[in-house]
């Protein structure tokens, strides 16, 4: 063995042993420790700040919302497994009497699955990173995490990987609770998906980063869960009356939309899809004169700008192609320029090198000649995280199979807004159909995140004092319960 | 193209079609079509009865009860559909005034994922075939469903498809909404689990072919969820005082669930873990009665028989394995005698070949000289879909990491019980980690297993009026949803 190797072997059984102590422990108990968390990261105070803005190049207020907003997800799930009802109890209570057989006691719930590996995101130094959304609901779910760090924030990641470290010390939990690993390499990441204690993979980036995970994890002798989410061009489809009637108000929110942060969000407002009407040649002029207002920004790495100039300039040679940029755009200096491309639907129909995600401020508009070919192209699309309809009311009738045809490609869609902005929630589904996301049955932002890295297990004919407590007769916890088919808390 | 190919292109094309309308029908539309199909079964009358005794040599009584099982299974999702519940759904409502940024409105529930293909099992011609749990939870969830058919019961496999598609007509549904391959080689269902329409997988079977059907899914540009329930060995542990005050009654309900229906469950006790104690030999003693006195019984087709044989003389060989039949045991004949093997704990941990499921009426009782010894075994062996212990409470204390280390590997963990008999209920998990089944987060048998072909979708400021009626405003389904973290009908 390698010494990364045996490192990564270390890692994971001190995982593993941590395991069979932190998945024992009441909610109170780990929502304690995930409330620790949150104090720790707090408590590195602007050293956090300023350390994210010299290794990502994000504007300050954006740094300290992201802290906020990482900070707020902790809480969610720790207010989550404190109140306990997340477990999903389902009790049937035995009958010895039934004919012909007896019906036996059955009482199921979620479970933790083992140690879960983690592969932060780049493009979210904290809210998808160390202490993000993925760690947050694997720990909330009795799992521990193995982090292995990004390479675009190695600094960031050992303080706030530090802050965990203390939240474990300080909560006397099992050292191998959560483990960071250093080591940004590929074989770095490969041991630890295809090492035996590895339970569950999390993953937000890249299509062929995820991908290649995914291939590992299902190779495996015994396969595990692997939920990469692996962003999605977002089509925004803007209907004829809307675009009439509001087309300035589209074109503003919509390109601050793309160039937000540099374009580097996963729900990035990648196509914008439109018909030739009346108002086609306005609405095209304001997206350019809004885009040609914008100004460039510096990307979070240098890998990131290459990826994006390059990927820029492979797709404005396509044929068909133009840019609403009024100017010659030139996009090879040191900040992201943000670009609107646009093309007709038959290009874009025929050629997919044009439905492959740009990671950038970049987005292409494709116009249609009517609703039928605004359907073909619905139905070209791959599996996408957001579809979104700017739209009046009253012509959403009339383009019924495009918005189905929609829905049935996204895992979230919107209605007269924007893609990016994901709010953290219970009702929020961040995953689509391959290849937004590996698994479209799970989401990774919101509480529901959690159910990516639990299991059910049924209890038959257990004996009540040996049960947990979310399962025994008396609902010490007050959870809700479904009883005998009856949702309560009784 | 070959025919086959054409033909289940064809098949694949048409419940692509009929999932546009199928899953947009209300749940007590598709609950009406889900009940019509067991009106159809029923009047079939004795000429299923008669057909599936025919194909499978299952006694009369046993083809019945699972006739009634098949129809009860269908009206649970029929009537789980019906309440509406299921879906999942979580609102939080927006706030325009939110400070920093407006808090957008969101609406979450659970939709159909598109067509599933099924692979049912031979062992249960009606409960786990072509209107089993898996095009029971499929079509309850709004999924158009594909069969393919097992080739140990065509003739029954063919009257109840019949019996669907005349639901089908009956409810003027979408011809592709249910098809039948009578074409049982493993050419069609390649294709089938390739085929772009192919939304997801359900399969009842060997490891083997479970496997095989995940690595094909898993390969494809778009991979797909296959649920494979690929059973396993179920241990049954039987503790030192409850071995010493009920060994008698163990015995006896122990071997007369390995041998129920010629050992042919996924869930047969095929391991029986005991210690070195001073009633061990009377435990042996009577397990070997009990074996003596049990009948050899037809199984359900020949080459499972052969493989029953083969397996059986193959482990029967190995190091240190002694069968508790008192007499020598023929196993060559017609019919598959029941057989316990007996072997040492040592011999058994080192040997992976032991390990293996025997599909039939076989168990292996390992005795261990310790508690350490049985912890030992705990740790090596395989995911399960269950696990029972059978014991005093008192001794349970003493034996807590055992316990413990059985949890982690099943499904389902039972009390004094057998395994055999699963009972369909929401608190049923079947399934368990792998190689029991392909995904640990999904159960096949009970109201849950609809989970495994639906996906969440969020509504993000979407029009009220044009919403599904279960994320409207009004409540005018009924139903419980999350609504601002508040369970309620409201």
């Known amino acids: 063995m390698s010494s990364l190797a045996i490192k990564i072997d270390e890692v994971m059984n001190l995982a593993s042993l941590a395991f069979t102590e932190y998945r024992k422990l009441s909610g109170a108990i780990k929502a304690k420790f995930i409330k620790q968390i949150t104090d720790e990261i707090e408590q590195i105070g602007d050293e956090l700040i300023h350390t994210v803005m010299e290794e990502t190049a994000l504007p300050e207020a954006r740094v300290r919302g992201e802290r906020g907003r990482t900070v707020n997800q902790l809480l969610q799930f720790a207010e989550m497994i404190e109140e306990g009802s997340w477990v999903n109890a389902i009790i049937e209570e035995g009958n010895p009497d039934r004919e012909p057989l007896p019906k036996p006691d059955l009482r199921r719930m979620l479970i933790p699955m083992g140690p879960v590996v983690v592969f932060g995101a780049g493009n979210f130094p904290l809210a998808f990173s160390v202490a993000g959304g993925d760690t947050a609901s694997a720990l909330a779910g009795g799992n521990p995490v193995v982090v292995k760090g990004h390479p675009a924030h190695p600094k960031t990641g050992k303080l706030v990987a530090d802050a965990i470290h203390r939240a474990v010390e300080k909560c006397n939990l099992p050292q191998g609770t959560f483990s960071y690993i250093e080591d940004s390499s590929y074989d770095a990441g490969q041991l630890l998906v295809k090492h035996s204690q590895t339970k569950a993979v999390a993953f937000?980036?890249?299509?062929?980063?995820?991908?290649?995970?995914?291939?590992?994890?299902?190779?495996?002798?015994?396969?595990i869960p692997v939920f990469a989410e692996m962003g999605s061009i977002n089509p925004v489809v803007v209907l004829p009356k809307a675009q009439e009637k509001k087309y300035k108000e589209i074109s503003k929110n919509l390109v601050a939309s793309v160039n937000m942060g540099a374009g580097q969000f996963c729900t990035n407002p990648g196509l914008i899809i439109t018909q030739k009407e009346g108002t086609l040649d306005l609405f095209l002029q304001a997206l350019g004169e809004e885009v040609m207002a914008a100004s460039p920004t510096t990307m979070y790495s240098e890998g990131i700008l290459k990826n994006y100039q390059t990927g820029l300039s492979s797709l404005l040679a396509q044929d068909g192609i133009a840019t609403l940029n009024l100017e010659k755009v030139d996009i090879s200096g040191e900040k992201a320029v943000p670009v609107l491309g646009t093309v007709e639907a038959r290009h874009f129909i025929s050629n997919p090198e044009m439905h492959k995600e740009i990671f950038g401020p970049f987005s292409l508009v494709v116009v249609c000649d009517s609703a039928d070919q605004m359907e073909e192209i619905a139905k070209v699309l791959k599996g996408q995280l957001t579809c979104t309809v700017h739209a009046l009311e009253e012509e959403m009738e009339d383009f019924k199979v495009?918005?189905?045809?929609?829905?049935?490609?996204?895992?979230?869609?919107?209605?007269?807004?924007?893609?990016?902005g994901?709010?953290?929630?219970?009702?929020?589904?961040?995953?689509?159909?391959?290849?937004?996301?590996?698994?479209?049955?799970?989401?990774?932002?919101?509480?529901?995140?959690?159910?990516?890295?639990?299991?059910?297990?049924s209890f038959q004919d257990w004996p009540d004092s040996l049960l947990p407590l979310e399962l025994q007769r008396e609902n010490m916890l007050g959870i809700w319960r479904k009883v005998n088919g009856r949702l309560t808390k009784d």
Chains 1, 2 share one sequence.
């Open 204 to 223: 937000t980036g890249s299509e062929k980063g995820g991908r290649a995970l995914f291939d590992i994890a299902n190779q495996r002798k015994e396969p």
């Open 402 to 420: 495009v918005i189905d045809e929609l829905m049935m490609r996204c895992g979230r869609i919107l209605f007269n807004g924007v893609p990016t």
């Open 422 to 457: 994901v709010e953290v929630c219970a009702a929020m589904q961040h995953g689509g159909p391959y290849p937004a996301s590996t698994d479209v049955r799970f989401t990774s932002v919101g509480t529901e995140a959690i159910k990516r890295f639990v299991r059910p297990v």
